[in-house]
């Protein structure tokens, strides 16, 4: 009873208040005719409150989404099921579903007759105009008696997941050349495998191993050399993605980083289309989709991993290692100091295909935000080491921006190995 009392609204409080102070003059007055109106006066929200007790006991709901993995800007349609189970209809419920900021407005849906063991179907659609796994629900409801005295807020229904994954632009063509192009270089080397291990060589840096000193090349060039293994051939390509928060600028459905994750759907999607085996790599060389099995040409695992995608606090890019583990690399880079260029093309393996689309992400930034680096310095030292590179701005075309990367893929300057500073 102590629980049913909680849910006594102001106006059944002060109803129930007025008959026992009803019921006390009627005592001391001796007033029977008060008296019965007093037991009426207060048995009335008793009664309402055990009556909302027991419509809420009697009450299940169901939530559908159709679909349930949907793209930035598509809708998805939310059906949600009532069915009483209780002795009495019920009726006077006030239903809201938890909706996130990102989906919208949270729906309300006010029911005023709920019949007895009948399904009842409520539908409301969602936009989503961010990425992410989002959580619908969980499904409220506040159960009200028709005099408005008593109400609850009770939970029907949990949690339903929702996938938003990010919007893919169509794009056309494809770099020509190795591994990508439609030569005869290219479809050879796709078809190929794993090959033989092949060794270069380079000036010695204070560090290196002096183990791998290649002396013959030390001899030939009167100084200190040593042996860089590439990895071997596994035919395919990496697609780099720059999700670091130093590198990008903006907030919202409008930042940076929502640009570069579209684009790199765009691009592995586009990939696969032509039966490329595509492997999407973070900046730290982290897998996030393919690589193994036949899931490189699975654009569901492809987006799905975007969808989850958060930033990365890390502030070096590839750092030690080859970003494309042997394989030709399209890397999506926000802003790019000198120092992160360094740590990118270092290990890079000598002539083996390199392209980035760089984002000026200053034309992405607000007024309260640090500028960003100058992306016309981070696009020569990228010609400079051999990369094919495109800029990207808010504006710009995806599939154009595309083009100029597949024309750049083609015009690439001499691969020359320097020393960023």
Known sequence: MRGALSGLTTRGRCLLAAGFAAGLCALVLNERDLLRVSAFVVALPLLAAWLATRARIGLHAARFLYPSRVPVGSATEVRVELRSTGRLPTGGLLLEDNVPYALGSRPRFVVERLPRSTATALRYPLKPVM??????????ARVTDPFGLVEYDR??????????VPRVTSLNGLP?????????????????GQGEDDAIVREYRHGDDLRKVHWRSTARRDQLMVRVEER????????????????????GPSASLEWAVSMTASICLHLHRFGHQVKLVAEDGR???????DGGHSDAVVLDSLAALQPSH???????IDPGAGQEVIAVLGACTPAVIDGLVRYRPRGMRSLAVLLDVAEWAGPTEDPAPDV???????????WGVSIAKPASPMNQ?????????????????????
């Open 131 to 140: 990425r992410g796994i989002q959580q619908v629900g969980p499904l409220m």
């Open 314 to 320: 890390r502030r070096e890019l590839a750092a030690g």
């Open 287 to 293: 897998v996030l989709a393919g690589g193994s099995g």
């Open 232 to 251: 071997p051939w596994r035919g395919g390509t990496t697609v780099l993605l720059d999700h670091r928060l130093t590198a990008h600028r903006g907030s």
């Open 376 to 386: 016309s310095e981070a696009e020569r030292l990228l010609h400079i080491a051999g």
């Open 176 to 192: 020509s050349g190795s591994g990508m192009g439609a030569g005869d270089d290219g479809s050879i080397r796709l078809r190929s």
């Open 401 to 421: 921006v595309w083009q100029e990367l597949c024309h750049s893929a083609g015009n690439r300057g001499p691969v020359v190995r320097t020393e960023v500073g």
């Open 155 to 164: 939970e029907l229904a949990g949690r339903s997941r929702l996938v938003v």
